[in-house]
């Protein structure tokens, strides 16, 4: 039985893509893990934005505040 081959070219074509997949598929895996610490940070950095605003309010009651002045107004409670 005659054994049956594609061109070396062919070949070559056919493995330098399949190189390419698997390292982009690696890189997918990267990425995937640095977003995935990027996440942890952003839940950290959520939870001490939350302590800061409690002792804000702690300090100054419930208020809003200007970011970009640093000026506040005073939440007030609605009755109801």
């Known amino acids: ?3 049956k081959k594609i061109t070396q070219e ?3 074509n056919i493995t330098k893509l399949q190189t390419e ?3 982009l ?3 997918i895996g990267v990425n995937e893990a ?3 610490a990027m996440l942890h940070k952003i839940a950290g950095v959520n939870t001490k ?7 804000l309010e702690e300090k100054y009651g419930p208020i809003n505040i200007n ?3 640093g000026e506040y107004t005073v939440i007030e ?3 109801g």
């Open 34 to 36: 640095e977003k995935h």
């Open 49 to 55: 934005q939350e302590d800061v605003k409690k002792e």
């Open 10 to 12: 062919e070949l070559d």
């Open 1 to 3: 039985m005659e054994v």
């Open 25 to 27: 598929l690696q890189d």
């Open 67 to 69: 970011l970009e002045n």
């Open 21 to 23: 997949i698997a390292q």
């Open 77 to 79: 409670k609605q009755n």
